[in-house]
């Protein structure tokens, strides 16, 4: 495609501004937590609500997702930025970003953040590999509304976050890209291979 072209396309999509969205899992002792901007709602049937969201495989609690089947969604305040540091800024992999939190837990066992607007338990109904992530269909099991506000969006959280943090979510997006980039394009190649 051209840079015209792409340069159109990323103004579609930045026509919509979704909610930023923590996830939690935990597999035995392990748990973790990570902020996506990939959920949405996947079923208008009341009795019957299901959620899609995208996990990228190189984060620590894709792996707990993988190990479990289950996993909690948060939405946060749109003054949340302290759990955009503690979830966003840092890596499972090296860190336990529960460390100090009062351990609570949702009814299907995930990390539950007393702070969130509100959660929802989800079990994983079916998953397709995207390349750099997996997609889940999840049905959700549980959930409650804590308190009412404003929600934390992605275009929210880059107008109101310091300065500092601002410039980290920026560096850590442009290395995650770089890191999809090449997942997508492997993806994309073994299945015209297959």
Same mark, same amino acid.
């Given at each position: 495609?051209?840079?015209?072209?792409?340069?159109?396309?990323?103004?579609v999509?930045?026509?919509?501004?979704p909610?930023?969205?923590?996830?939690?899992?935990r597999h035995g002792?392990?748990r973790?937590g990570f902020?996506?901007t990939?959920?949405?709602?996947?079923?208008?049937?009341?009795?019957?609500?299901?959620?899609?969201?995208?996990v990228?495989?190189h984060h620590?609690?894709?792996?707990?997702i993988?190990?479990?089947?289950?996993f909690? #969604?948060?939405? &946060?305040? /749109?003054? %949340?930025i302290?759990?955009? =540091?503690?979830?966003?800024? @840092?890596?499972g992999?090296?860190?336990?970003?529960?460390?100090?939190?009062p351990?609570r837990?949702?009814p299907?066992g995930a990390p539950?953040?007393?702070?969130?607007?509100s959660?929802m338990d989800c079990r994983v109904?079916a998953?397709?590999?995207?390349?750099?992530?997996?997609?889940?269909?999840?049905?959700?099991t549980?959930g409650?509304?804590?308190?009412?506000?404003?929600?934390l969006?992605?275009?929210g959280l880059l107008?109101?976050a310091?300065?500092?943090?601002r410039?980290? #979510?920026?560096r &850590?997006? /442009?290395q %995650?890209?770089e890191?999809? =980039?090449?997942?997508i394009l @492997?993806?994309?190649?073994?299945?015209?291979?297959?």
């Open positions: 495609m051209s840079p015209e072209i792409h340069a159109e396309i990323n103004a999509f930045h026509l919509y501004d909610p930023l969205w923590l996830v939690t899992a002792t392990r973790g902020i996506a990939a959920a949405t709602r996947a079923s208008i049937v009341h009795e019957i609500p299901r959620m899609l969201v995208a990228a495989k620590h609690t894709w792996g707990l993988e190990a479990s089947g289950v909690a #969604l948060h939405l &946060l305040a /749109a003054d %949340d302290t759990s955009v =540091r503690r979830f966003g800024l @840092a890596s992999h090296r860190v336990d970003k529960f460390a100090d939190l351990p837990r949702t299907a539950l953040i007393e702070g969130a607007i959660w109904e998953r397709m590999d995207i390349g750099d992530r997996t997609t889940y269909l999840a049905e959700v549980a409650e509304v804590l308190r009412r506000g404003p929600l969006t992605v275009a107008r109101d310091p300065e500092a943090d410039a980290e #979510l920026k &850590l997006y /442009a %995650d890209q890191t999809d =980039r090449a997942a @492997a993806w994309r190649r073994s299945c015209e291979d297959a």
